[in-house]
DNA sequence: GCTGAATGTGGACGCTGTTCACATTCGGTG
DNA sequence: CACCGAATGTGAACAGCGTCCACATTCAGC
């Protein structure tokens, strides 16, 4: 009874740090999250962390898939929200579109948390088959699932639908990465947005294999 | 007089700085180059860069300097082997591809210094206009020119000529940035190599808005 | 109500960046 | 050649970080 206000004791920590470490990795990204500074914000001392991470790398990887969760709602809550009164090819040829900007729009809105969903250590060695939990993986499946969805509508050709996820993925991903740490991180706004648009129509053209006159 | 035989005085210190830093980035990335370490390794104490650098940021954005110089030394050495007995168009588009593929191998084979390339600091206020050193955008131009040339060459359309180098850029550096630190990591490096021409083959379809016939 | 497991505490160590006062070395000027 | 100021390197110190140790507290089940 070293106080009679206990600031905290046996409650559920874990997610207090967690929660406290999402909110560092929110502006200051990854290198933010620390061990001392989470357990501060937690009012416990610094060594009780290790009673539910084994080191900072596991409290920061725990963040981290908050973060790629947030990612996730993100582009799936854009997606949901394409118009219903489009043909089945448009219907997916705008989901496509829809996966990129949110992907991109998340990254500049939530810098932090973009920098900590995609931080990862090299310490993690694969431990048997790369198998990812199912609601991160959900936007990389929504993506497959509208490139099936193309295919099935007639906009793209089935020997084209190979690898096209990667070449989408890399081309929103590597602008997100531009746009928030890259050159272009110093255009006003309303260019970046430009760039977006462009670099998102360039991919879909790209697994296209043809370009899409402007509706 | 503390030792007769002095390990290190007033020599081109900084220069051996970021020789150690660049040696200690190429294995373990930006977060690796410590300013103990260098001058551990430069037989000196810690204090004397402080002669040299500002702080650690500085001395780590040197080192970046040297990282995006080796990256681009890689992409124009790539491009300049181009057989020469091709058509201008074909010899335009082979640049391009390229430059995607050295920059994409570039970040494999150097993992630490592609890191270290890309690591930027958000104090970077921008001091005016954005105007990077000449050797630096080295490549950039040369994709620039590229583009231009296969306007030129009749490979490219000139209406869909503007902002293409934003779409390749996103395309590779994206590719890169997921075959080192997302999941095609630990795909086998022969999978690498083809999801890298198959993302590759799709920017320049991207930005052509045709595909090309494979040759 | 007691006992063992789970959880949180306090202190310590080595590492880092950084600062201060001090020592050394170099280059130019008399 | 001697000197003196500027440039450069040294040593000790401080705070903050991750991490380990032994110890205290709290909880949960018999």
Redesign the pocket.
């Known amino acids: 009874?070293?106080?009679p206000l206990?600031?905290?004791?046996?409650?559920?920590?874990?997610h207090a740090l967690i929660s406290e470490g999402l909110q560092l990795a929110r502006t200051g990204g990854p290198a933010a999250?620390?061990?001392?500074?989470?357990?501060?914000a937690a009012?416990?001392?610094?060594?009780?962390?290790?009673?539910?991470?084994?080191?900072?790398?596991?409290?920061v990887r725990a963040v981290a898939r908050e973060a790629q969760l947030a990612l996730a709602a993100a582009i799936t809550a854009r997606v949901e929200a394409t118009p219903p009164d489009l043909s089945p090819a448009d219907a997916a040829i705008e989901r496509l579109r829809r996966v990129g900007l949110a992907y991109i729009d998340f990254a500049r809105a939530e810098r932090g948390w973009f920098e900590t969903a995609f931080f990862t250590q090299d310490t993690h060695a694969n431990d048997g088959i790369v198998t990812l939990d199912d609601e991160i993986v959900a936007p990389f499946r929504l993506l497959m699932d509208t490139l099936d969805a193309m295919v099935d509508a007639g906009a793209l050709s089935p020997e084209r639908r190979p690898y096209a996820e990667w070449a989408c993925w890399s081309a929103v991903h590597g602008f997100a990465d531009i746009a928030v740490h890259g050159p272009v991180r110093w255009q006003p706004a309303s260019v970046i947005d430009a760039l977006a648009a462009s670099v998102v129509e360039s991919a879909i053209t790209g697994v296209r294999g043809t370009s899409t006159p402007p509706s």
Do not use: I, K, Q, W
């Open positions: 009874m070293t106080s206990r600031a905290y004791h046996h409650g559920h920590l874990r999250v620390t061990l001392r500074e989470a357990t501060r009012g416990v001392s610094p060594n009780a962390a290790y009673r539910h991470f084994a080191d900072r790398d596991t409290l």
